[in-house]
């Protein structure tokens, strides 16, 4: 009988810190599994979500999860000027999957230099659509109800 509360107090424990976000080891996790870092993170922290796991998501249409990766450069496209300004550009994965990423420079500083083949690691959230996915949110919120996410290029940090 003592066994077996020992193993439901630890069940319970492991429930309660995946929902609130929280490992074993204290780095946060989303419920994709993806780990979480913040903007201060180092380029191996920023491939934690895996291409596996990005694949998964746009397999299975998922929205609204927060993702760390890494990509390089396929294009660079026009700003989105409707709204909120977004600087756009496309990331393709080892995989070969691409991510479009909307960086809104209303709130953050615009990706400069970016080129094509660059390397750019990045955590925001991503989105579904038919072409392998969005990934926004890639800066810090303002109001403080969204993760903070970012961009980084080089040596240089831009959320």
């Known amino acids: ?3 077996l509360r020992i193993i439901v107090t630890i069940l319970l424990a492991l429930l309660v810190a995946v929902l609130w976000g929280c ?12 780990t979480v870092f913040n903007a201060a993170s180092t380029e191996a922290d920023a491939l934690g979500s895996t291409d596996a ?3 998964q998501l746009f397999k299975t249409q998922q929205n609204n999860v927060y993702v760390t990766g890494a990509g390089i450069v ?3 496209l026009s700003d989105d ?5 977004h600087q756009r550009f496309i990331l ?8 479009l990423v909307a960086h809104n420079i209303d709130i953050a500083p615009r990706v400069e230099p970016l080129n094509v083949g660059d390397t750019v690691y990045f955590a925001g ?9 969005v990934i926004h949110w890639t800066h810090h919120d303002p109001q403080g109800t969204h993760r903070a996410g970012y961009l ?4 240089k940090t831009f959320s």
Do not use: C, F, H, W
């Open 92 to 99: 393709r994965l080892a995989s070969g999957q691409t991510l």
């Open 152 to 155: 980084r290029v080089g040596d």
């Open 81 to 85: 000027t409707e709204g909120a300004k």
């Open 53 to 55: 796991q990005l694949a």
């Open 125 to 133: 959230i991503y989105e579904y659509n038919s072409q392998g996915g």
């Open 23 to 34: 490992t074993p080891t204290g780095q946060g996790q989303d419920t994709a599994g993806s």
């Open 74 to 76: 396929q294009s660079i």
């Open 1 to 3: 009988m003592k066994t």
